[in-house]
C-alpha cells in the first residue's frame, strides 16, 4: 500500500501558465481549492441522502415497523437522530480539519489499523457497490418507460450505467466546479419531484382521503409489533438517511468550513426529514399500506394512481434523483481514498492532484474503475447487506472517537463544541440497532465482520510493515511515477498552519519523485 516517504510536490515548473484560480497558494504549489460554498456544501449533503432511498425504502419501513403510525414515527425520530450524529461528526470535522471524514477521525484517534479498517471496507465493497445500485438504478428508471409491457434487457442497464459513471466521472475530473453545479442542479431537480409529491399528498388530504393518518386507524398493526422488527425498521430508514456524513470527506474543500459545515447541517438534516415524512405521509393517502407492501417502486405506484397519464414523471424524477445520487457519491468517494493514500494507507499515486484543475483524478480514476468491476456482478445487493452492519458500526465507533478525544486532547481547539449527552444518545441508539441486527441476522453481519478482518493481515503487509524489499520500492515508484506523467498530478501543498490548534503541517517541497528516491522536475 505504503510505498516508503512521500515527498510533497511543487508544481511551479510544470504550471507556470496555469490561470489564477487554478488552485495555487501564493507560492505557486498546488492544492486542493476552496469552492464549495455553503449552497453547494447543502446540495452535497441533500444530493447524498436523496437518492434512491426515499422511492424504494418506505416499503421496508412499514412492513418491519407493521403500522402507518409507528412507520412514520420511525421516520421522524430516525430523522434526529441523523441530526444528533451530523452534529458529532461538525465538532470532529472542525477540530480535525481533513478530508476523508470517519476514516480520518478513526485513524487519527484510535490509530492506523482501525482508520484502515474503515478505509479497507469502504474502497473494497461499500462506495463501489453503491455507486453500481445506484448507476443501475438511474439506468432501470430511464429504460423502464421503453419497456412497459417487461423488464429492460440486462446489458443495456449496464450499459446506460457504465456511461453514466464514465460521464460523471469526466465532470468531477475536469472541475470541481463543474461537479458541484451539477449536484446542485439534480438536488433542485429531486426536490421539485418530491415537492410534486407532497403537494399531490396535501390535495389528497384536503379531499379528506386521511383513513390511514387517523390514530385509531394509523397504528392498527397487519402483524404483531415485534422489537427485532422495529430495530430492522429503524435499519431501513437508516439507509435512505445514508450520506448525512458525506460533507465531511470534502472538508478541506469547504470555504469557512467553521461556519458552512454546521449551517449546512442545520439547513440539510431538517429539510430532509420533513421531505421523508411528508413524502411518506402522501403515500398512505393513495395507498393502502397492502398495496405500498406490494409495489417494489412505491414512487411509480403512488404516480399511476393519481397523476394519470402523466405518470412517466415518477420514473424520470427517480432517474434524476439517481444520477445526482451517483454524482455527489463518486464527489466523495473519491476525497475518501485520496485521504487514506495521503496518510499511506492507499497507493500514493491516489493522494495527486491535476497541476491545473486541482482535482483528484487519479482517486477519480480508481473510484471509475472499481464501480464499473462492480457492474460485473449481479450479487450486489447480498454484498451491500453484509458490509450494511460494518457501516453502521464504525457511524458509533466515529462518535465513540468524539467522547475519547474530549479526554485525551481536552485543551484542542473546538471551533464546534456540543455537549456529550448527544453522542452518548447517539451510542445508545445505535447498540439497539447493532445488538438486534446480531441477534435477528447473525450469519449476514458475521459475513461482514469477516470481510472487514480480512484488511487486518494486508494492513501489517502493506502499511506496517516498512522494510520492504528493493525490489518491491522500485516497482512502485516506477508505476507512480508512470501515473503522474499519464495523469499530470503532483502532491498537494499542506504547508499551512493550525493556529489555533498549536499544530503544524510541515510538508516537504519537491517534485516528482523517481524510482530511486531522487528528485525530478515535474514536467508533466
Known amino acids: 500500500m505504503s510505498d516508503g516517504p512521500r515527498q510533497r510536490g511543487s508544481a511551479a515548473s510544470a504550471s507556470g501558465d496555469a490561470q489564477s484560480d487554478s488552485g495555487k497558494d501564493s507560492g505557486g504549489a498546488v492544492a486542493l481549492k476552496k469552492e464549495i460554498g455553503l449552497v453547494s456544501a447543502c446540495g452535497i449533503i441533500v444530493g447524498n441522502i436523496i437518492g434512491s432511498g426515499i422511492f424504494v425504502s418506505p416499503k421496508g419501513v412499514l412492513e418491519n415497523a407493521s403500522s402507518v403510525g409507528l412507520a412514520l414515527i420511525v421516520w421522524i425520530v430516525t430523522g434526529i437522530i441523523t441530526a444528533i450524529g451530523a452534529l458529532c461528526y461538525a465538532e470532529l470535522g472542525v477540530t480535525i480539519p481533513k478530508s476523508g471524514g470517519d476514516y480520518s477521525y478513526v485513524k487519527d ?20 457497490t453503491n455507486q453500481a445500485v445506484i448507476a443501475l438504478t438511474f439506468s432501470n428508471y430511464v429504460l423502464q418507460p421503453l419497456f412497459p409491457t417487461c423488464f429492460p434487457p440486462e446489458n443495456g442497464l449496464r450499459l446506460l450505467a457504465a456511461v453514466c459513471l464514465l460521464l460523471l466521472t469526466w465532470v468531477n475530473c475536469a472541475s470541481v466546479r463543474w461537479a458541484t453545479r451539477v449536484q446542485d442542479m439534480f438536488t433542485a431537480g429531486k426536490l421539485l419531484a418530491l415537492a410534486l409529491i407532497i403537494i399531490m399528498g396535501i390535495v389528497q388530504i384536503c ?41 465531511n470527506y470534502v472538508t478541506e474543500e469547504l ?36 398495496e405500498l407492501l406490494a409495489s417494489n417502486a412505491v414512487a411509480v405506484t403512488f404516480g399511476e394512481k393519481l397523476l394519470g397519464v402523466m405518470s412517466w414523471i415518477m420514473p424520470i424524477s427517480v432517474a434524476l434523483s439517481t444520477f445526482g445520487g451517483v454524482n455527489g457519491s463518486l464527489f ?30 487519479p482517486a477519480l480514476l480508481f ?16 454484498l451491500i447487506n453484509y458490509v ?34 448527544w453522542p452518548v444518545i447517539y451510542l445508545l441508539f445505535w447498540a439497539f440497532l447493532l445488538i438486534f441486527s446480531l441477534y435477528s441476522e447473525p450469519v449476514v453481519c458475521g459475513i461482514g465482520l469477516a470481510i472487514m478482518l480480512t484488511g487486518v493481515p494486508v494492513y501489517f503487509l502493506g502499511v506496517y510493515w516498512d ?58
Not at 382521503?209 to 392498527?220: I, N, R, S
Not at 449551517?263 to 402522501?282: C, D, Q
Not at 462518535?399 to 484542542?412: T, Y
Request: charged share 15%.
Open 109 to 128: 484517534i484510535f490509530g492506523g489499523l482501525a482508520g484502515f479498517l474503515r478505509l479497507w471496507i469502504a474502497v473494497l465493497v461499500i462506495y463501489p
Open 207 to 247: 379531499k379528506g382521503k386521511v383513513y390511514w393518518l387517523e390514530p385509531a386507524h394509523a397504528f392498527e398493526p397487519f402483524q404483531e409489533y415485534d422489537v427485532g422488527l422495529i430495530a430492522l425498521a429503524f435499519l431501513q430508514g437508516s439507509f435512505a438517511y445514508g450520506g448525512w456524513n458525506f460533507l
Open 255 to 290: 470555504v469557512d468550513p467553521y461556519v458552512n459545515l454546521p449551517r449546512a447541517i442545520f439547513i440539510s438534516i431538517p429539510l430532509v426529514t420533513f421531505v421523508y415524512v411528508f413524502a411518506n405521509i402522501a403515500y398512505v393517502t393513495a395507498m393502502s399500506p397492502q
Open 332 to 361: 466523495t468517494s473519491s476525497r475518501l481514498f485520496f485521504a487514506g493514500a495521503r496518510e499511506g494507507h492507499l497507493p500514493s499515486l491516489l493522494a495527486m492532484i491535476h497541476v491545473k484543475r486541482c482535482t483528484p483524478i
Open 367 to 382: 473510484t471509475c474503475l472499481s464501480t464499473l468491476l462492480m457492474l460485473c456482478t449481479s450479487d450486489m445487493y447480498t
Open 388 to 421: 450494511g452492519f460494518i457501516n453502521y458500526l464504525f457511524y458509533g465507533v466515529t462518535v465513540a472517537g468524539q467522547i475519547v478525544l474530549r479526554f485525551k486532547e481536552p485543551d484542542i481547539h473546538r471551533p464546534i463544541k456540543i455537549s456529550l449527552i
Open 467 to 524: 522494510n520492504k524489499p528493493q525490489c518491491f520500492n522500485s516497482l512502485v515508484g516506477k508505476m507512480t511515477y508512470v501515473g503522474q506523467k499519464f495523469c499530470l498530478v503532483v502532491y498537494p501543498a499542506e504547508d499551512h498552519k493550525d493556529d489555533d490548534a498549536g499544530v503544524e503541517l510541515k510538508e516537504e517541497k519537491s517534485p516528482l519523485s523517481g524510482e530511486d528516491g531522487e528528485t525530478q522536475k515535474s514536467d508533466c
